[in-house]
């Protein structure tokens, strides 16, 4: 079963937008002095959104297998995830060693190939080549154990189990701070937590599980969350919010995620509203959105070595044409050259 739904690859094609221009401020601010980095969108929360887009659709699939066939194969769905993620992240690990001389020690290398770049990133032992690949490993460690919550866990709990790991995930860290600071007093385990739950937002996966599950199931409560006062409310305050680069003190992340739940279960599925909220542009933005995340670290790497570069407004212009360019070629050439073979034989493990 491969069902498309609707502007789904235009929030796509925002989010890797948005993280590669983040990207570029970051390189500029920390090579060339002057930078917008801390007055753009922030890229840290593009990935929230990659991460509930990711798991609205993998629930409201696994949703609609389970309802089709009485279970969910956890064989056919690591495949498919494993031939559509990993053929890109181990190309552009192998990449990022032929064209950059920096030598990772085994540490780093042990977390990358066995999947976990999320692990190093937070013990400060990333792929420097492609540091961004530690989310791919947060959707890694999820992949592996969400199929088995919704295998054990009837239809009619589901909801309140998601709840309360929403919940739950949320205030974890907010826990072990507690109990750290009037117990252990840990410096190493404190900053362990905080790098750890900065960017392992299994929560904001859960909230798009939540929704996934809600609309494949033709839940009641549609009825409140398609309700298109609130859709304005949640749209404008993500924007605001995002893009005003306003953020709050706790659960910053989490508040996103819910807004960018239900922008995203509105736009790409409420009848009443029937947004058109893509163009050819945008879906094909959306359709290489993940080489665009996979790529773009190593070609900005690239436009430093190879570019004379300044704070002169020519020069980031040069910059940032040199970025989109070949990052959005390579993803595209990538995909169809490379990306293809493996999602053809993806089709083979669809129900």
Same mark, same amino acid.
């Given at each position: 079963m491969n069902q498309r739904i609707k502007n789904l690859d235009t929030f796509r094609a925002i989010a890797a937008i948005v993280v590669m221009i983040g990207h570029i401020e970051l390189f500029r601010k920390d090579n060339l002095g002057n930078n917008l980095f801390d007055y753009i969108p922030s890229g840290h929360t593009a990935v929230m959104m990659f991460f509930v887009i990711s798991g609205f659709l993998i629930t409201y699939l696994l949703t609609k297998e389970k309802s089709r066939y009485g279970l969910i194969s956890l064989k056919d769905f690591y495949l498919r995830r494993a031939l559509r993620i990993l053929p890109l992240y181990y190309l552009v690990i192998l990449i990022s060693c032929f064209l950059f001389t920096d030598t990772p020690d085994f540490k780093t290398i042990a977390f990358a190939v066995g999947l976990l770049p999320n692990v190093s990133h937070v013990l400060e032992c990333g792929w420097n080549a492609s540091p961004q690949i530690w989310a791919i490993g947060v959707e890694n460690m999820f992949y592996l +154990?969400?199929?088995?919550? #919704?295998?054990? +866990?009837?239809?009619?709990?589901?909801?309140?189990? @998601?709840?309360?790991?929403?919940?739950? @995930?949320?205030?974890?860290?907010?826990? %072990?701070?507690? %109990?750290?600071?009037?117990?252990?007093?840990?410096?190493?385990?404190?900053?362990?937590?905080?790098?750890? &739950?900065? /960017?392992?937002?299994?929560? !904001?996966?859960?909230?798009?599980?939540?929704?996934? *599950?809600? &609309?494949?199931?033709?839940?009641?409560?549609?009825? %409140?969350?398609?309700?298109?006062?609130? $859709?304005?409310?949640?749209?404008?305050? !993500?924007?605001? =919010?995002? $893009? /005003?680069? +306003?953020?709050?003190?706790? *659960?910053?992340?989490?508040? #996103? !995620?819910?807004?960018?739940?239900?922008? +995203?279960?509105?736009?790409?599925?409420?009848?009443? =509203?029937?947004?058109? *909220?893509?163009?050819?542009? !945008?879906?094909?933005?959306?359709?290489?959105?993940?080489?665009?995340?996979?790529?773009?670290?190593?070609?900005?790497? =690239?436009? *430093?070595?190879?570019?004379?570069?300044?704070?002169?407004?020519?020069?980031?212009?040069?910059l940032y044409g040199f970025t989109f360019v070949v990052t959005i070629g390579v993803a595209w050439l990538s995909y169809e050259t490379y990306e293809k073979f493996f999602l053809n034989l993806k089709k083979k493990f669809e129900r």
């Open positions: +154990i969400f199929p088995l919550i #919704m295998i054990v +866990i009837p239809n009619k709990r589901m909801i309140p189990v @998601l709840g309360i790991l929403i919940v739950g @995930l949320a205030i974890l860290p907010h826990f %072990v701070d507690y %109990v750290n600071v009037r117990t252990l007093q840990n410096s190493q385990l404190a900053h362990f937590n905080q790098k750890f &739950f900065y /960017g392992n937002k299994f929560d !904001s996966l859960l909230i798009g599980c939540l929704v996934g *599950f809600v &609309f494949a199931n033709n839940h009641t409560s549609l009825k %409140v969350l398609y309700n298109k006062w609130l $859709f304005f409310v949640c749209t404008l305050s !993500s924007v605001i =919010l995002w $893009f /005003g680069n +306003i953020e709050t003190k706790h *659960f910053n992340d989490e508040l #996103m !995620s819910v807004l960018f739940a239900m922008v +995203i279960l509105n736009v790409c599925t409420n009848p009443d =509203l029937n947004i058109r *909220f893509e163009n050819r542009l !945008s879906q094909f933005l959306g359709k290489v959105s993940y080489g665009i995340y996979m790529y773009h670290w190593i070609v900005l790497l =690239l436009a *430093f070595r190879l570019l004379p570069l300044t704070d002169s407004t020519i020069s980031i212009v040069l």
